[in-house]
């Protein structure tokens, strides 16, 4: 019987595995031994297609915008809409939380970061934001959205010793009442984004008035 032949590795190949294996082993850091051993291939073969390891992880990134995009449910208000990708990034980005450890804070320069990036600006100037500000607010709300769900992806993940000793210390010393890390994480969120678009329709309205007494 003559042995099937492997497939001819490619950029997507590679990537769409490496997808994959950043989600269905979501806390453990993806080897490129595990990606050869997943594609069937020398792991050294990885290199024909990308520099390094670093790059691989940055496009497998990019491409959970796509996933983002993709569970993104657009309103007619811009802070419903606003809060629909937050929830869109913090649920697809939390589902990969050792990729996001590693190259949560980079930019990947990928087409799929770009429309993210552009579909977040475009809500910042239906709020009423001139164009400038809308550009400098997606760079706030980024880091925010970025940081926590670092800090969930960490804390979500810790083992069970650390967590119950999370939720023991809140209790005991801070007055926290969550029942688990996830649920205290997601309070966190919900207050953090509260506040958060709080704050930019206080922006939003000091922009309106001085465009109409400029006018």
Do not use: C
Request: charged content about 30%.
């Amino acid at each position: 019987m003559t042995a099937r032949a492997r497939p001819s590795l490619s950029r997507e190949l590679i990537a769409e595995a490496a997808y994959r294996l950043t989600r269905d082993e979501p806390t453990t850091p993806l080897t490129l031994t595990r990606l050869g051993a997943e594609l069937g291939a020398d792991p050294t073969a990885l290199y024909r297609h990308y520099r390094s390891r670093e790059e691989l992880l940055l496009d497998v990134f990019d491409r959970t915008y796509a996933d983002v995009l993709a569970r993104f449910r657009p309103s007619a208000d811009w802070r419903e809409s606003l809060h629909a990708v937050a929830v869109a990034m913090r649920d697809g980005l939390l589902e990969r939380p050792a990729l996001v450890a590693e190259v949560g804070y980079r930019f990947t320069g990928g087409l799929r970061e770009r429309e993210a990036i552009e579909v977040t600006r475009r809500l910042f100037e239906q709020a009423g934001l001139d164009p400038v500000e809308a550009t400098n607010q997606v760079r706030v709300y980024g880091e925010m959205m970025l940081a926590h769900v670092a800090m969930s992806a960490a804390t979500i993940t810790a083992s069970a010793e650390v967590q119950a000793h999370e939720l023991e210390l809140g209790r005991n010393a801070y007055g926290t009442e969550a029942s688990d890390m996830a649920a205290y994480e997601r309070e966190v969120f919900d207050l953090l984004f509260g506040t958060y678009v709080d704050g930019l329709e206080v922006r939003a309205r000091a922009a309106k008035r001085n465009r109409r007494r400029a006018s």
